[in-house]
Nanobody, 123 residues
């Protein structure tokens, strides 16, 4: 079982930046593709970005391409999401999870979720 702890969220004005972190424990983090997911109020959780276990390949949903950057430090069992040019529609609770390719996106692998980190973008 993997344990995931997200942090780094906050309140920011539109156009601002935040950097999220995800620390994993309890499993061989460096062997897995990892992803960021988010859930806005009243909406289903959705895929945001994913990164191959090597860190060489990254993937993004269309709405964040060019604004968000996913990265990882396997030595620290940590994954990051640098979010720039934030928009009010980015407001959501952000979660990390192991990820697997599914059609044109990535889906979460583990049923175990962390508490997430709230990102709120004001107009």
């Amino acid at each position: 079982q993997v344990q995931l702890v997200e942090s780094g969220g906050g309140l920011v004005q539109a156009g601002g930046s935040l950097r999220l972190s995800c620390v994993a424990s309890g499993r061989s983090f460096s062997s897995y593709t990892m992803g960021w997911f988010r859930q806005a109020p009243g909406k289903e959780r959705e895929y945001v970005a994913a990164i191959h276990w090597t860190g060489r390949n990254t993937y993004y949903t269309d709405s964040v391409k060019g604004r968000f950057t996913i990265s990882r430090d396997n030595a620290r069992n940590t994954m990051y999401l640098q979010m720039n040019s934030l928009k009010p529609e980015d407001t959501a609770v952000y979660y990390c999870n192991l990820a697997a390719p599914s059609r044109s996106k990535y889906s979460p692998v583990s049923d175990s979720w962390g508490q997430g980190t709230q990102v709120t973008v004001s107009p």
